[in-house]
């Protein structure tokens, strides 16, 4: 199983997967079939290996749909997907999309960050995700997600 961070901004792609290492969650290189699928979508200069960084240049489209394919794979185990949605590519329709694709399958956490619409944004897909400030809070409630779902006690 693999658990992915996935990122449009790279430096917080960096500090999550320390995060996660702290909490001895193995991040393990992206499997070549879901490399395959997001180059078909995703910017030809966008970091493929774990972090999946989709960089700035990433329209909403691409990197919503760079998500679905990893949340969708069967051997995702957990995602802690990190967003600056207050790029020129964000639109305020963000969460409303993201939840058309969700359905809960596996545990998905966000880090929202930057300026802009923001906070709209974070409001708007708590009503479907956690989501935090910082890459170290994400990872600590993915992690709880990821064992309370092995445990059988969460039912997603």
Known sequence: MVVYI????????????????????????TPEHIKEKLKQILPSFASLKNPIDVTAQASEDQ???????IINDPNTEGVLAILLPQLSLFTINFPERFSKMFYKQKPVVFVVYGGGFTEIIKRELEKYVPVFDYPDEGAKALKLLIDLKKSKKLFI
């Open 63 to 69: 990197y919503l749909r760079g998500l679905e394919i």
């Open 6 to 29: 996935y990122t449009n901004g790279g430096g917080e792609g960096v500090l999550a997967t320390d995060s996660l290492e702290l909490l001895n969650i193995e991040i393990e290189e």
